[in-house]
């Protein structure tokens, strides 16, 4: 009896054992079915946050160019850059574009606020300075996107905040975590990216990723070069369930020789999905997977005004 017990001990302590050192050494990459749902949800949650942020892109309601050196703002129908209505006077003032500076003189009595301060000074922008102007519920700022030039408006009473009913998604699928190896280029490497105005910059990349993913074996660019690499990626989605102009992912970078998790669940979609008001970049030759990936954020068709993207977006 004593023998008996003594071994049924022992195999219990084995077996305590071995489970402790299996579940340490479990790769820190894998999750289950449950903890992945959960990581998914909370990444959700947060991107919906940060949507909504005063600045979140939801919270766009304008994104006017200058065609002239002079151009007027306000709710009036006759003003350059038409304001959300209510929000300023009819004629708020105007806008002064010269070389590389511009400068803005509000209407008599318009109390405007730049970086929270009362403006005092006419100048909202320069190659080393850019003011972030408030007035209301509304907050703008100076852009350039190559050789454009314009103002973003931001409006706490967005339309397109007061519309948003979420963002409908694939379910959370484990498949669609894969591990990846980062393929470094050989030499520091800068490859062409387009935006939805037709404008071509050169973006920095730190390699492509190389995974596999339904059986085969697959490659993407990666933008940038730090902590964190960024993804531009197109499917065969695009023309039923999300949005065509691609979606984006995030991945850390996990440097030379090494691997990352790419994650498509958390492909999300670009800002021009909500809203007409941004500059958002296309997939880069060679990130178009030739399969359906059935993950991440689907195409918001409540939000998406087609006849404004069609216009801003000739090519899709």
């Known amino acids: 009896m004593h023998r008996f017990t003594l071994h049924t001990s022992h195999f219990i302590l084995i077996t305590f054992i071995l489970s402790t050192l299996l579940t340490g050494c479990r790769s820190e990459h894998q999750l289950s079915a449950g903890e992945h749902q959960a990581e998914i949800e909370q990444w959700h949650r947060d991107r919906i946050d940060r949507l909504k942020e005063p600045q979140g892109w939801l919270r766009l309601a304008g994104l006017y160019w200058f065609d002239e050196p002079v151009q007027t703002f306000g709710t009036a129908?006759?003003?350059?850059?038409?304001?959300?209505?209510?929000?300023?006077?009819?004629?708020?003032?105007?806008?002064?574009?010269?070389?590389?500076?511009?400068?803005?003189?509000?209407?008599?009595?318009?109390?405007?606020?730049?970086?929270?301060?009362?403006?005092?000074?006419?100048?909202?922008?320069?190659?080393?300075?850019s003011a972030e102007l408030q007035y209301g519920r509304l907050t703008w700022m100076v852009i350039q996107?190559?050789?454009?030039?314009?103002?973003?408006?931001?409006?706490?009473?967005?339309?397109?905040?007061k519309r948003f009913r979420g963002i409908e998604r694939y379910p959370p699928d484990l498949e669609y975590r894969v591990?990846?190896?980062?393929?470094?280029?050989d030499v520091p490497t800068t490859i062409p990216v387009t935006n939805i105005l037709g404008q071509t910059s050169d973006e920095e990349s730190a390699g492509k990723l190389v995974f596999d993913l339904k059986g085969e074996t697959h490659e993407l660019t990666v933008l940038g070069t730090g902590d964190r690499l960024f993804i531009i990626i197109a499917d065969e989605t695009g023309?039923?369930?999300?949005?065509?102009?691609g979606?984006?992912?995030?991945?850390?970078?996990?440097?030379?020789?090494?691997?990352?998790?790419?994650?498509f669940n958390k492909a999300y979609n670009?800002?021009?999905?909500?809203?007409?008001?941004?500059?958002?970049?296309?997939?880069?030759?060679?990130?178009t997977l030739p399969l359906a990936v059935l993950a991440?954020?689907?195409?918001?068709?409540?939000?998406?005004n087609r006849q404004l993207q069609t216009i801003r977006h000739p090519d899709l």
């Open 77 to 129: 129908g006759d003003v350059d850059f038409l304001f959300p209505e209510g929000s300023v006077p009819a004629y708020a003032g105007r806008f002064e574009l010269q070389s590389d500076t511009i400068r803005m003189y509000p209407a008599d009595g318009l109390h405007i606020l730049a970086d929270g301060q009362p403006l005092d000074n006419a100048v909202i922008y320069t190659p080393t300075y």
């Open 179 to 185: 591990m990846a190896k980062l393929v470094p280029h």
């Open 270 to 287: 670009p800002p021009c999905a909500f809203s007409p008001y941004t500059t958002c970049q296309l997939p880069p030759e060679g990130n």
């Open 247 to 263: 979606r984006y992912i995030y991945v850390d970078n996990p440097g030379p020789g090494g691997t990352t998790v790419l994650d």
């Open 239 to 245: 023309s039923t369930e999300t949005y065509p102009g």
């Open 145 to 161: 996107r190559g050789d454009l030039t314009g103002i973003r408006l931001f409006d706490t009473e967005s339309e397109i905040l």
């Open 296 to 304: 991440g954020e689907k195409l918001p068709a409540h939000l998406l």
